[in-house]
């Protein structure tokens, strides 16, 4: 029997990396990276060549993992913001609809307000706080609107033990410094990229006997680690966990200005896809230990 072919865009990112890996005993997975140092060379923004290697390859499951995730340059470059995270992702939605092949699509947190008294439900109004938040909504819209067979994954806080991320930041930080000051007035759950890539193939999983078809599941779940915390308490557990006794202050959104304001409640109910796939990620405090444990 011939596998099934999924391509992975963005192969070299937090989630992309560890998509490729966990998606393995789904089938032939193909990695693709803006720098095509390992496996294919892919610029989604080039839509001729993406079109190119999709026609060729013909993957029955496209797993777009690319992203222009620096929040605060967004607010310079929203054109270049969008080609990525909009543009490119109604047109990848259209090429995977005419080839009949299935799209699983990460969002973001950002694509909230943050003003809320229970944490985020998919169908709750999308007011993006900046750039960023509304480029990736747009994406979120134009793949929804291109006909294509697509399951939307929105995270939060996303880390690993490689690429950029708070954790990584902060673990250098707390052996550099002996204080660090950390906001403490922005909630939301640190979700470690494994986890993402874990639960996404179990989802996959569940459809892989109707050719990854999603059918009536298709659409939008958000997909966070359990709980919530600040990105001081982030910070603190990340200080517990390494032993360092480096001071963790907490200050204020205002006390540390950046360019793109941040949603103060990130937090995203998971309900939906635990109800519909059976996909529960654990808490982020037991997440973050597991990640640790992992050795490097
Ligand atoms: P990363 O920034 O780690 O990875 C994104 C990847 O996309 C990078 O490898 C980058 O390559 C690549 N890329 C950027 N532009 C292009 C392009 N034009 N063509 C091809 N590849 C390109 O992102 P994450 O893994 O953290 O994010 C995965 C998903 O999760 C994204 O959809 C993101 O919006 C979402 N998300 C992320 C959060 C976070 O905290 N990081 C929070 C919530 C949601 P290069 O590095 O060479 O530029």
Redesign the pocket.
């Known amino acids: 029997m011939t596998r099934p072919r999924i391509l992975v ?9 560890q998509i490729v890996r966990t998606l393995a005993p789904l089938g032939d997975v193909t990695g ?4 095509g140092a390992a496996g294919l060379k ?5 839509h001729a060549g993406l079109e190119g290697v999709l026609m060729a390859l013909r993957p029955s499951v496209i797993v ?7 929040v605060d340059r967004a607010e310079e470059e929203p054109a270049l913001a969008t ?3 909009a543009t ?1 992702v109604g047109v990848l939605g259209e090429l995977a609809a005419r080839i009949g092949a299935a799209v699983v ?6 694509v909230y307000s943050g003003i809320t008294d229970r944490p985020w439900r998919e169908d709750d109004p999308a007011e993006p706080l900046n750039a ?1 938040g509304r480029s ?1 909504l747009a ?1 979120d819209e134009a793949l929804l609107a291109s006909g294509a067979d697509a399951l939307i ?8 033990r490689r ?4 954790l990584l930041t902060m673990r250098r930080l707390l052996v550099e410094r002996d204080e660090v000051r950390v906001v403490a007035d922005q909630i939301g759950a640190p ?1 470690w ?1 494994r986890l ?1 890539a874990q639960g996404t193939a179990l989802i996959l999983a569940q459809t892989a006997s109707d050719g990854f078809r999603l059918g009536a599941r298709r659409g939008v779940y958000n997909l966070t680690c359990g709980g919530s915390t600040s990105w001081h308490g982030f910070a603190r557990a990340i200080r517990d966990f390494t032993g360092s006794r480096c001071k963790v202050i907490p200050v204020t959104t205002a006390e540390y200005p950046l360019p793109a304001p941040r949603p103060v409640d990130s937090r995203l109910d998971n309900a939906k896809v635990e109800a519909a796939f059976g996909v529960r990620l654990p808490d982020w405090h037991d997440a973050l230990r597991l990640c640790l444990e992992d050795g490097g």
């Open positions: 865009l963005g192969s070299d990112g937090q989630v992309g990396f693709s990276r803006l720098d892919i610029d989604v923004t080039d777009n993992a690319v992203a222009y995730t620096a080609a990525i995270n490119s699509h990460y969002s973001t947190d950002y960023y990736k994406g994954l929105r995270t939060s806080w996303v880390y690993d690429g950029r991320n708070f979700t990229a993402i």
